[in-house]
Structure formats: C-alpha cells, structure tokens
C-alpha cells in the first residue's frame, strides 16, 4: 500500500489538499486497532474532524483510492456540517447497542460448546482442512483465501480432550497437515505465513506475524502430545526457531506479541526436550517483567511506558507467568499472574457491564472520536475468563472464579455475532464446564 499506492504523486498531492495523514502501527496501538480496524490490514479510514469513521477500507487500487478520497473531500466541502451531525448520530447508536447489550445472558450459554462445534464442523474443509467461509464459487474456483483460524483450532482441541470425538479430531488434524504440508508453512526461515491465497493452502501472502506463528506453535504443541504424532514435533522446531529468532536479543517487541510468544514457547521446549529454549523464554520473561512492570501498575506495552494500562497487556503476560509457574513451580510467577489481573480489575473492569474494557481510563486522558469511548473485546475478556479460572484454581480464591463467570454471562448472546471468531468463547465454557459442572443449576452471581 506504501510503496506502490500512497506514493503515487497525485494522491500524495490529494491527501496533503484535503487530508490530515495519520499513520497507526497497530501493534503499539492496539486501542485504535480495536476501533478503527476495517476489516484488516492495512485499514485505510477517512475521518471526520471528531474521529468518526466516513469511509474507509483494506484493499484500493490507485484508482479506486484517488475516487474515494476526492468524493469524501468533496462531501465533507459541500455536505460538512450534515454530515457531522450524522457522525454524531452514529455514536449515539452505537452507546444505545452498547448499553442495550450490557447483561443480556442471563447465564453463561451453556449451549456454546455445542453450537460453536456445529459451526466449525460446517465450515470444515474436507478436502483440504481448515474453513471455508467464502461463496461456494469462489471456492470451487480454488481461489478462495486460506485463513488458520487459530482460535478455532484451539477450541477444537480443547473439546477433543474433553470429548474424544472422531470428527473433531478428523477437522483439526486434516487442518494442521493442510497448513504443515501446504505453503502455509516456511519450510526455510520456520513459522507460518499470514494466510494462503487458494483453498489447497498454496500461494501464500509473503506476511509473516510473531503472534500468528506463536498462536500455531501452541497448538501444533499441543497437539504433538495429544495425538503422538512425531511429525508436529518436526513443525514445533521451526515454528519455535522462527518466533525465538523473532525475539532475539536486541529490542522487545510489544509486549502483548512477547508474551503471546514466550507462553507457546515453553511447551515447546518441554515437547522437544529443548532446555535453551526454555531458559530463552523465561529470561525474556524476566526482561518484560524487569523493564515494564511496575508494581501496582500493571505491565505497560513497552519499555518507555508511553503506552500503558491495556488489557490484552495484562492477561497475556499473565497467562505467561502462570504456564512458567506450571514449568518451573516458582511461587514467583503465579503470584505475578493474580496481581497483573487484580490490577486490570481495579481499573478496567466494569461493574454495570461485567466485562474488562480493553483499556484503564485514566490511561487515556487525551483521548478523542472513538478512542473516547470504552470498549469491551470479547476475545481478550474470553482469555482473561479462562485465566481467572486456572488461577481461581491454583489459588483457591473463589472471587476470581466469580468474575469469570461474570464475563461469560456477559457475552453470552453476542459471541454468536461473531461466527467463527466467537470461539474463544465456547473455549472459555469448556474450562467453566468443568469448574462447575453443572452451569444450569447456578444462580447469576
């Protein structure tokens, strides 16, 4: 998009005209990713001067871009002040929907388990593994993009070792050959791309994340054990070399994507009987800790505290700390994972709501348009349920528990907006399930 689109003369001269040009990189600012993301990356958005959305999208060409922003400055010349009154409606619509979904389950779903498998089992590719969400067209043409919903993977992996059900392990394990064997996979430099251009998984996009190869390293760990198979083990070591390469030795990257990292990390290194990549990943560990946690603050996003008090900051570190307590049994690290996660409950957490907003308020004194309004991310307070679970668990401390399920009767009708992306909810049911058997019987907290 830099390279050949934005560059071009005559829409650089069109946005210097008429355009303030803002660039976000969505890994320090996950806050605005939260709100302003279109449906990808790279998300281009045309404002209006109080930060709501005009229009916007992922993918222009040269053309297409110079059209849209031409029209949107025009309109904003001619139609101005109508349409900012309009802006203005739009953000009242969307507190209405907010408010109005504040509470709506009654209880945690205990229904999800088996709607979200129902979903995934639909969606399933029998030919090649993973999901087909496209028109049918497109994908009898063979050019339908292949995503590896991790997610997804992750929670048929957590209802296979509860159920033990031959078509759930038929949907994951063709899945994770598809993409092993596939171009989804680098044979080269380890790790997975972002995402294949044909349903066979070939032609992949050149983009390769920490956080998406991290995400598929866990699994494939996982799976490695649960299935036996020695060949995931194989995918393990260049998944894990690529992400510990990642990592390095010089500046951490955000502290979210280090921490997503360094939790898949450590299993690893336990299923391929790796002590260096265990002792890597608890020294990074300690390197986080070391330069952006302070006591009573919580961990910021990066070294120079310039970003600070986000929730998925909090959560993964801490589901980082608690899978080092479980390697090592170091008191030390457990007792990091429920003060990050008190932390977040002191100052993001929403009583009336009865969800973590992604963000402590008082962190974002200046803000404006959206990034004014409180958000509530439904995978990040899926994984922060999850997490109060174990940890209520291992600590005993029933209160934590109580908030997870809280969460849970939060989001107990919106998950399903969400589709596939609605799975880390019903994986969060399956580790309530099991703390209280019986969700049915009990009474809202």
């Known amino acids: 998009m830099e390279a050949e689109i934005l560059s071009d003369p005559a829409i650089a001269a069109l946005v210097n005209r008429g355009f303030v040009a803002v660039r976000v990189d969505s890994d320090e600012r996950p806050d ?7 449906g990808g990356w790279p998300t281009l958005a045309v404002l209006t001067p109080e930060g709501e959305v005009l229009t916007g999208g992922t ?21 101005g002040g109508a349409i900012r009154l309009k802006a203005q409606d739009a ?19 205990p229904d999800a388990v088996p709607w979200m498998r129902l979903r995934l089992l639909e969606a399933f590719d029998r030919d090649f593994g993973g999901f087909v969400l496209d028109p ?31 078509d759930v392990a038929e949907a ?29 998984w070939s032609a992949p996009c050149p983009d390769k994340t920490v956080g998406d190869s991290a995400g598929l390293l866990a699994i494939y760990t996982e799976a490695a054990q649960t299935f036996s198979r020695r060949d995931y083990v194989d995918v393990v070591r260049d998944a894990s070399r690529y992400v510990r390469a990642q990592l390095g030795g010089g500046p951490l990257l955000p502290t979210d994507v280090v921490a997503g990292a ?22 990074r560990l300690d390197r986080v800790v070391l330069d952006r946690y302070q006591p009573g603050h919580g961990v910021a996003h990066d070294a120079a505290r310039t970003v600070a008090g986000l929730l998925t900051d909090q959560v993964e570190v801490a589901e980082a700390a608690l899978t080092a307590h479980e390697v090592t049994e170091s008191p030390v690290f457990s ?34 348009g959206r990034l004014a309004e409180r958000v509530f991310p439904l995978e990040a307070n899926c994984a922060a349920a999850s997490l109060l679970i174990r940890l209520g668990r291992l600590t005993g ?43 049915e019987s009990r009474a809202p907290a």
């Open 32 to 38: 605005v990713n939260e709100r302003y993301n279109l």
């Open 59 to 79: 993918a222009f060409s040269r053309e297409i871009l110079h059209a849209r922003l031409g029209r949107s400055a025009r309109a904003m010349a001619r139609r």
């Open 91 to 109: 953000i009242r619509a969307r507190h209405d929907r907010s408010t109005a979904a504040r509470g709506r389950g009654p209880a945690p779903d």
């Open 136 to 166: 049918p067209e497109a994908s009898e043409a063979g050019l339908q993009q292949k995503f590896p919903h991790t997610q997804a993977l992750r929670f048929l992996l957590d209802l296979y070792r509860t159920s033990h059900e031959e």
């Open 172 to 200: 994951l394990t063709l899945s994770l050959d598809g993409m092993a064997a596939g171009g989804l996979r680098d044979p080269a430099d380890g790790g997975f791309f972002r995402y294949a251009e044909r349903r066979d």
């Open 262 to 283: 360094l939790k898949a990390c450590l299993p690893a290194a336990i299923v391929l009987g790796d002590i260096p990549i265990r002792d890597f990943a608890l020294a």
């Open 335 to 368: 007792m990091l994972a429920e003060e990050l996660l008190r932390y977040a409950l002191r100052t993001m957490w929403d009583e009336e709501t009865e969800a973590f907003a992604d963000r402590g308020e008082a962190d974002a004194p200046a803000a404006c």
């Open 397 to 439: 401390h029933q209160d934590l528990q109580r908030y997870a399920e809280r969460i849970l009767r939060c989001f107990a009708v919106s998950y399903r907006d969400e589709g596939l992306l609605g799975a880390p909810y019903a994986s969060a049911m399956i580790d309530f399930v099991q703390s209280n058997p019986n969700p």
